[in-house]
């Protein structure tokens, strides 16, 4: 009887199926005490949502005296059923990373360097400089008369981490500003 690479090709597909179908005798064992992670043994619980898409994903957090140890992914969540992206396996890198910024820089313009600053000076310095550019730039009506109310010289800039609130809030915020440069990455 002569095979065609076809058939083969089928059968071997459907014994490597029924063979993953059966329950090896290994996985019957219980497994010791020694290999239940320690990490997590004497960690609090939180669940939370994964922040850098709108996608929702669920994640677990594991905090032992308010420093995260473990995250992984929610398997009770409907989203992510459990897993998570490249991105939400990052979470916990994020927040334990030696790199991470904790502080804010400020480089002054023609500066060489970075300098640490207050957050309150932050954002006393953001309102204004939007304020000034804003003041500077203000079209209140176009060549043929008609009232515009805005600046071109603004943009806003959204991103996919941002929610539907937010998003709302955010076209509120710069449609009172007089700003028509929106974009925003996950508009599609």
């Known amino acids: 009887m002569r095979i065609s690479r076809r058939t083969f090709l089928k059968g071997l597909g459907g014994g490597i199926a029924s063979a993953g179908l059966v329950e090896s005798p290994e996985a019957k064992q219980d497994l010791p005490d ?18 850098f898409c709108a996608v929702g994903c669920g ?31 990052a979470v916990f890198e994020v927040v334990t ?10 480089r002054a313009p023609g500066a060489d360097g970075w300098e640490e600053k ?18 500077d730039s203000f079209i209140k009506n176009s060549e043929d ?6 600046t071109e010289a603004i ?14 809030l955010i076209t509120k915020l710069t449609r009172a500003l007089g700003i ?8 599609l």
Request: glycine content about 6%; overall charge positive; proline content about 3%.
């Open 145 to 150: 008369g008609t009232t515009v109310n805005r």
């Open 59 to 89: 994640l677990i957090a594991h905090t032992i005296n308010g420093r995260l140890v473990n995250v992984e992914g929610d398997p009770e969540n409907p989203i992510n059923k459990g897993a998570l992206c490249s991105k939400g396996q």
């Open 97 to 106: 990373s030696e790199r991470r910024l904790k502080k804010m820089l400020y």
């Open 34 to 51: 020694s290999a239940v992670s320690t990490k997590i043994k004497d960690a609090r619980v939180t669940t939370s949502i994964c922040p």
């Open 118 to 135: 207050d957050l309150e000076w932050g954002i006393k310095a953001l309102a204004q400089r939007i304020k000034t550019t804003r003041d």
């Open 155 to 168: 943009a806003s800039i959204g991103a996919a981490s941002l929610n539907n609130e937010e998003c709302y």
């Open 180 to 187: 028509v440069y929106l974009e925003h990455q996950a508009r």
